[in-house]
């Protein structure tokens, strides 16, 4: 709990960048906890799982769900090197078809 008597907002974030250095900022992938839908905060979740109650999940740590993440983040117009400064997105609207791509 904080100060105020609220609870913390869990949130998991991927962050990636661009290759070669220096070719762009980097992508923030934000999956925040909310109804319906869970992040890593303890048990029983393990570190990077992401994912709906009654849907798709992905954990954060298997590359091809990154990569499936960054083709779906491509497929909704991000283009990497676009811009200098990081640049964050949204990972829920991304999640069915990353672990669609997965299935």
């Known amino acids: 709990m904080l100060d105020s008597g609220r609870s913390a907002d869990c949130r ?3 962050t990636l960048y661009p290759q070669p ?3 762009g900022g980097p992508l923030r992938i934000v999956f925040a906890g909310g109804p319906g839908r869970y992040v890593p ?3 029983p979740l393990g570190s990077g799982d992401v994912g709906y109650v009654r849907g ?3 954990n954060l740590h298997e590359p091809g769900a990154v990569r ?3 083709d779906a983040a491509s497929a909704r117009g991000w283009q ?3 811009e200098r400064r990081a640049v964050e ?3 829920w609207p991304l ?3 990353a672990a669609a791509a997965r299935g």
Do not use: I, Y
């Open 12 to 14: 998991e974030t991927l």
């Open 68 to 70: 499936a993440l960054l």
């Open 56 to 58: 798709g999940s992905l």
């Open 89 to 91: 997105v949204d990972g």
């Open 41 to 43: 905060g303890g048990f």
């Open 95 to 97: 999640l069915e078809a």
């Open 80 to 82: 990497p090197g676009e």
């Open 21 to 23: 250095a220096g070719t």
